[in-house]
């Protein structure tokens, strides 16, 4: 939860930084409205309750408040797979604005994909019981080759 | 054999709220505010009561035109029967008295 917390955060100044000056309605009010968009399909009614309670909501301080509220219930309800995709994508997007040189992005990007490589393989038992199959796999087909002639 | 869990402190602060007046129909944000709970903790736990059949949810006719109608919550019979059983405990745990150390 509290990785949830930090995410919301990060992606609501992300979501702030992109969608700055942008329409009518204020920055929280389109980002709560386009979270609410992402919510699975039985849940849509729980988007527009936030969507709506977000309008009565007077103030800056609260509204943004509000708005990492309802990122954090967005991300708790979308499959984990897609909240680790989110978090790669915040991740290299915060490490693309603050790395100033392009080797040094390069090495962090590159860091950065071994991470996202470790913790994907390290989160899927497929993977690891994969892994022997296809080494034997392999073998038995390099047994069974035919030698060409 | 399925046992009860227990309600979060949050959750039992949500369904006391909801119980002390129980025909009245609530906003999600009011409870934030009345609680001091954040939208990220209160929505979940009302999704999660509405999903057990403890919460009962309806859309208030819009009051200004062109604002989106709100979502409404209350309790449900079954929801006041764990409220009232959220509460015992609670209040049989602040009657009990505390144990003296001895020696002291």
Do not use: N
Request: proline share 6%.
């Amino acid at each position: 939860m509290p990785l949830l917390a930090l995410l919301s955060v990060l992606v609501t100044g992300g979501l702030a930084w992109l969608l700055r000056g942008r329409g009518s309605k204020d920055a929280p009010a389109r980002i709560v409205a386009a979270a609410a968009g992402r919510f699975p399909a039985h849940r849509q009614d729980w988007g527009q309750a936030m969507t709506a309670d977000l309008a009565q909501t007077r103030g800056r301080a609260r509204r943004w408040h509000f708005t990492a509220g309802a990122l954090r219930v967005t991300l708790a309800l979308l499959p984990r797979s897609r909240v680790l995709l989110i978090a790669a994508a915040a991740a290299t997007a915060a490490a693309a604005t603050s790395v100033p040189s392009l080797p040094v992005f390069a090495a962090v990007l590159g860091l950065l994909l071994a991470g996202y490589a470790t913790l994907v393989a390290s989160r899927s038992r497929r993977q690891r019981l994969a892994l022997p199959h296809l080494i034997a796999g392999a073998v038995a087909a390099a047994r069974h080759t035919p030698h060409a002639t | 054999v399925t046992r009860a869990r227990r309600p979060s402190a949050q959750t039992a602060a949500v369904l006391q709220a909801l119980a002390a007046d129980v025909g009245r129909w609530r906003y999600g944000y009011d409870l934030c505010t009345e609680l001091g709970i954040q939208a990220g903790s209160m929505y979940p736990i009302l999704i999660r009561l509405a999903d057990r059949g403890l919460l009962e949810t309806s859309w208030e006719a819009p009051q200004v035109p062109g604002r989106p109608a709100r979502h409404l919550y209350r309790l449900t019979g079954v929801g006041r029967s764990d409220a009232a059983a959220a509460a015992v405990p609670a209040a049989a745990a602040r009657r009990r008295p505390r144990p003296r150390l001895e020696g002291a």
